[in-house]
């Protein structure tokens, strides 16, 4: 079956722009993450959906971020006023339930000039 | 908070040499652990997991990882590379139960490359 798919694959953006970054999970599963990899703090964990639950935001690294899953299925994840040190390669996870492995999506690279 | 430390930053190998790439993790309570691959170009795929039972593990392509409890340890090894080995490889751990199920923490990543 089809697996996690993200859009845009590349974004460049001016500093002070707002993006919209998109995640389509695995059909079925319950469980979606996104974490950041960048080159100074490797791979970190952003926020979690878990069906109909709030999400687990504990990860977001300020108030310009915020995500949100519609329909218990696609995700957005939306940084607004970006800043150079948001320039990362977003990714997105998800898994059928929590404790059960995630698959990856191929990340959304983003470049804040 | 749960920390994972990858002990290698950078490791070259000539093919046909063995592997063992070091994880530790820091947290008291139980948890499932993780060692995923990043190809070139490619998005990231696991290459093992480690939920309960034997704590000798065997994933995909040649590589196995033994979780270690006393030690905090979930070691990957191979016993004989290929040029296609060649990747980035990230250990990862969560917790098995709690606030923070599912929420992976992974280590720094060690980069292997595999001269033929």
């Known amino acids: 079956g089809a697996g996690v798919s993200q859009s845009p694959s590349n974004k460049v953006t001016e500093k002070g722009k707002d993006v919209e970054l998109r995640c389509d999970p695995i059909?079925?599963?319950?469980?979606l993450y996104w974490y950041r990899q960048s080159l100074g703090q490797g791979l970190e964990f952003l926020i979690y959906?878990?069906?109909?639950?709030?999400?687990?935001k504990s990860g977001l690294p300020s108030d310009r971020f915020s995500a949100e899953r519609t329909g218990g299925s696609v995700s957005t994840l939306t940084i607004q006023r970006t800043q150079q040190e948001d320039s990362a390669v977003y990714l997105c996870?998800?898994?059928?339930?929590?404790?059960?492995?995630?698959?990856f999506g191929p990340g959304t690279r983003l470049t804040v000039l | 908070a749960q920390s994972v430390s990858q002990h290698n930053h950078h490791v070259i190998l000539s093919e046909a040499a063995s592997l063992e790439l070091g994880c530790n993790y820091s947290?008291?309570?139980?948890?499932?652990l993780f060692w995923y691959v990043q190809y070139p170009g490619q998005h990231l795929q696991l290459l093992l997991k480690?939920?309960?039972?034997?704590?000798l593990v065997k994933g995909i392509k040649g590589f196995e990882a033994e979780f270690i409890k006393s030690k905090f340890s979930f070691n990957l090894r191979k016993p004989s590379v290929q040029w296609s080995d060649t990747a980035e490889y990230f250990c990862?751990?969560?917790?098995?139960?709690?606030?923070?199920?599912?929420?992976?923490?992974f280590g720094r990543g060690t980069q292997l490359t595999v001269w033929p």
């Open positions: 059909s079925g599963h319950t469980a």
């Open positions: 959906f878990q069906g109909n639950s709030a999400p687990d």
């Open positions: 990862a751990v969560n917790a098995a139960r709690g606030s923070t199920l599912g929420r992976l923490y």
């Open positions: 996870a998800s898994s059928r339930l929590p404790k059960d492995e995630q698959f």
């Open positions: 947290y008291g309570g139980t948890v499932n």
């Open positions: 480690y939920f309960s039972g034997d704590p």
